[in-house]
């Protein structure tokens, strides 16, 4: 492991703890990296098995968000890692061990409805506990900034794409279209990216575990059950997708939870839901890849594109981005086919 700066600071934080938890420094290794500037580090703990170290780097990253959404998920019912240690300062946090096992790893046909059925539980959990003010809107402004990514990075930057002044004008409709109805669900707590690599398979704990929160909001109830279910990472026949959505939608209304009374119309919520979020996720994964270097996103397009026409072929409010989209492609192949060999 290469040494730097923030590793030995990172190391000379957790000295003191060391005993208080038993660690064994020499043990500290990568556990992983995420989308972001932060760092997780893994070592060996007496009595524990291993704990986890965060290294969100200030001014870049901000570990309060983490901790307080801990504690509001954490109170809800939810399994997340327990914030043990903090310097807010430094940007360092101490955590609980979730362990080694994503839902991207361990799904199945055979294990996908257990493991779906806990995370739609647990989602349930987590919105049974939502109040307004606790956690920050997820309003027009960020809904709007969030579809910006889309011609900003995907098209222009990505595709180097150039959109005439009635294309412009219909990409604004499509979006106006969208945040109408996202914007006029109910509201609840909002993960922003409750998916496969994000949720773990537990032993001798509730599934899942929950990771990667510091970005939860207050906003649409379908967001989450579409990151869940429309994975961006791994991909499900329709048909199992609407019994999902079913299932959630009966134990939703059960609990008491604001959905809508007519499960068509929640499931078309739920679409729409997804629009957005997959116009957002293809402008971060070309920013992912252009501004930041982190091309194995780049693997994860086609499938985040497949659900955006999937979703605007199935809406006349959405024919324009559907003949956006054929009319960028039918100009990629033919840039490929003329292209010298």
Known sequence: ????????????????????????LGSLAPASNDASFRRYFRLSATGRGSLIVMDAPPPQEDCRPFVHVAAVFEHAGASVPHVLE???????????????????????????PALYGDALDALIRI????????????????????????????????????????EQRQLHQVFETLLANNLSQPQVYVHRDYHSRNLMVL?????PGILDFQDAVYG????????????????????????????YWEKARKAGLPVAADAGEFYRDFE??????????????????????????????PLVLRYT?????RYSAFGPLLKLLDRLERESTNAAANAPR
């Not at 957002?280 to 397009?301: E, P, S, T, W």
């Open 1 to 24: 492991m290469q040494n730097d700066d923030r590793l030995t600071a990172l190391e000379h934080w957790l000295t003191p703890y060391s005993t208080t938890y038993g660690l064994d």
């Open 86 to 112: 903090q310097d807010l300062t430094q940007g360092f946090l101490l955590l609980t061990d979730l362990g080694h096992h994503t839902y991207l790893d361990q799904l199945s046909a055979d294990t996908a």
């Open 127 to 166: 919105q049974q506990a939502s109040r307004p003010g606790v956690l920050p809107p997820y309003d027009r402004a960020l809904l709007t900034r969030e579809l910006q990514l889309f011609p900003d990075w995907y098209l222009t930057r990505h595709l180097q794409a150039t959109l005439n002044d009635n």
């Open 203 to 207: 032993e001798g704990a509730v599934n």
């Open 220 to 247: 649409p109830i379908t967001y989450d059950l579409v990151s869940l279910l429309r994975d961006a990472y791994i991909e499900w026949p329709e048909e199992q997708v609407l019994d999902w959505v079913i299932r």
């Open 272 to 301: 729409w839901m997804g629009l957005q979020r997959f116009l957002k996720v293809l402008g971060i994964f070309a920013r992912l890849y252009h501004r930041d270097g982190k091309a194995r996103y780049l693997d994860d397009l």
């Open 309 to 313: 026409r999937h979703v605007a072929g």
